[in-house]
């Protein structure tokens, strides 16, 4: 069975840090591209970051530049997105799906992890 399964998510007060995870069971991360996606209450989804399958390329949306960072670690199957300076408005559900590259269709979804920015 092919999944992906994020982890980390929680609550935190502004300012704050967390890291997610996105693991991959089933299949092997190796040659996907890896998007993060977010989606708040009342909101569309949004894409919020994006690593190559090497790593060698990442990009990010304009509202988490300079605060959010993407890796990926394949020897461990996994995809990181390290969240810092936390606001509010990043509080969301957020999502990992695979690629074959950033920007193409997504063919597999994790199933969710709530980030919560709260005092």
């Known amino acids: 069975q092919l999944q992906l399964v994020e982890s980390g998510g929680g609550l935190v007060q502004p300012g704050g840090s967390l890291r997610l995870s996105c693991a991959a069971s089933?299949?092997?991360?190796?040659?996907?591209?890896i998007g993060w996606f977010r989606q708040a209450p009342g909101k569309e989804r949004e894409g919020v970051s994006c690593?190559?399958?090497?790593?060698?390329?990442?990009n990010y949306a304009d509202s988490v530049k300079g605060r959010f960072t993407i890796s990926r670690d394949n020897a461990k199957n996994t995809v990181y997105l390290q969240m810092n300076s936390l606001k509010p408005e990043d509080t969301a559900v957020y999502y990992c799906?695979?690629?074959w590259g950033c920007g193409n269709e997504y063919d597999y979804w994790g199933q969710g992890t709530q980030v919560t920015v709260s005092s």
């Open positions: 799906a695979a690629a």
């Open positions: 089933g299949f092997t991360l190796d040659y996907y591209a």
């Open positions: 690593i190559s399958s090497s790593g060698g390329s990442t």
